[in-house]
């Protein structure tokens, strides 16, 4: 058995009186792609905030491949291994689709720190760059201007940047929200091609169970900062209390639907 | 086909420059060495303006620095003028990251705030240094007796200093201008649309901007080193906070997204300040309308909308 990439325990994060993230531990292992349900609020992109070093954790201890991570800067997590993507999509909007993963190759190569290169003429960078647009299949909007594509290519696009500091571990952040049906059936598909090509380590925020019980080895469940169950999904779907704490606010989106 | 146009264009733009002393009056051999160099000032700024997106109330403290360095070596020591801008460069980075140091963690208006208290605390002690800087008379009384690279110079003759001016602002836009086409450069304009994204790519933003912050100043003061001499004086006003703000005007008035937007912004300001004061006082109200319709209109400045305009002529 391979040692666990990210090694997460007594996390906790308060903001005043709200316990965002209360006590969760947990392991992940090597080329595995776990699953973090639980409906809004639960503590989830406040957990990758700590995980990714956007937030310090108010306490518990993060390890990435046996070293300690808790606290460092999103940049110095970034060059150990740790990329991730948000909930909201957050590119480079004024440049070229092929542009926004030459700026994260560049960083990831240390181009950045060439004063007098030319950048347009980084045949290896671009070619690289095209290399990880294709593996999203949006390589032909390569040159386009990443604000005017659909907001699904953007989050694909996220996706390809975030791969293209070749991560120990990736984390995404319901990658298919706000997508229409037909793309989220495509990303799901994308990302199981590329959770099955056994070359990354996926932990996935999602809402759309079809999509989690799709794509997950393991499921951690949250309710409220805590973790409620971790499992397979076979597991987590026969579940008394991950079926009560889920299908419960899916009874009450339903309810409020229906009574607005 | 268009880049040719626009090499063509730039062809005919630096021919003119060069042949400005044969073809026009010394009052204007004058007003374009004021452009050229108010240019370069303006364009240093672009680098962290429109380039990085860090706005700097504070830029004229190191313009400022360049023409007190320049004049005090020229007085003290009388070395040749090429080791006095290397001075007045040396400086100027070395404040610029001090200053830098302490504004770059800071971001947007908190920044901008920071940077102009900073530049009021160099005017302040230019100001009052009377023993070094001579106070509010500023510095004056030198004169430049050689270029170095064993060629002479002076300034009795205002051609041969504008068309130092001109080599020296040439070669600077040169290499600022490949700084901006860089893989930095790149990242610079990245951190300008989303800092955070690029932070997530691994890179320590305030390290990048902190750079940039230093090649701008660094810049600005050579811009300083060439304006003393040219002035004959190197004095507060330099240094002042209205002095900062004249990048900032002609940068947006020019075009913040092309290179050579802030050159064009220095040579409509100087140009329209230089006309419109022959016929009226109110040249900030003039200025004022101008600025406010660029704003308001034509975002991209005067040759941003210009290329625009040409495109849509061309299709
Ligand atoms: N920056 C913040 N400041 C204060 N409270 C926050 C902040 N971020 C998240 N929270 C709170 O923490 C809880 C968990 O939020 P979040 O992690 O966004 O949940 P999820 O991603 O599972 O929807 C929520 O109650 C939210 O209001
Ligand atoms: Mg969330």
Known sequence: MSNPVLTITNLTKRFGGVTAVSDINLEVMPRETLA???????????????????????????????????????????????????????IFPEMTVQENVEVVLSAYHGHSRKLFNIASRNTSIQQEAVEFLKRLGIDSLKAQRAEVISYGDK??????????????????????????????????????????SGDYTFMITEHDMDVVFNLADRILVMHRGEKLFAGTPEEVKNHPEVRVAYLGEEDDEAVEEANP | MKTKVLMAILAVVIAGLIAVPWIAS??????????LILGLFAASFNLIFGYTGMLSFGHAAFFGIGAYATALVLIHLEWPFLVCLLVSMGASALLALMIGFLSVRLNEVYFA??????????????????????GSDGLAGFTLGSFGLGLDLTLANPSVYYHVVLGIVAIAAIVLYLICRSSFGMILKAIRQNPERVSFAGLNVRTYRLVAFVIAGTFAGLAGGLIAPFLRVASPELLHWSMSAEPILMAILGGTGFFLGPFIGSAAFVLLETWITTYTESWMLVLGIILALMVIFFRKGLLGTAIDWWMEVKK
């Not at chain 1, 201890?61 to 150990?80: E, V």
């Not at chain 1, 991560?167 to 959770?195: F, H, Q, S, Y």
């Open chain 2, 26 to 35: 010394y009052f204007y051999v004058f007003i374009f060495t004021e452009i």
């Open chain 1, 155 to 196: 989050r694909l696009l996220e996706i390809a940047m975030v791969l293209a500091t070749q991560p120990k571990l990736v984390l995404l952040d319901e990658p298919t929200a706000g997508m229409t049906p037909d793309e989220t059936r495509r990303t799901t598909r994308l990302i199981k091609k590329l959770a099955d």
């Open chain 1, 36 to 90: 973090i349900i639980g409906p809004n609020g639960a503590g989830k992109t406040t957990f990758y905030n700590m995980v990714s070093g956007r937030m310090h954790p108010t306490e518990g201890k993060i390890m990435l491949d046996g070293r300690d991570i808790t606290g460092l800067p999103p940049h110095k997590i970034s060059r150990l291994g740790v990329s991730r993507s948000f909930q909201i999509n957050n």
């Open chain 2, 113 to 134: 705030m920071l940077t102009l208290a900073f530049g009021m605390m160099v005017f302040a002690i230019a100001y009052q240094w009377r023993s070094v800087t001579n």
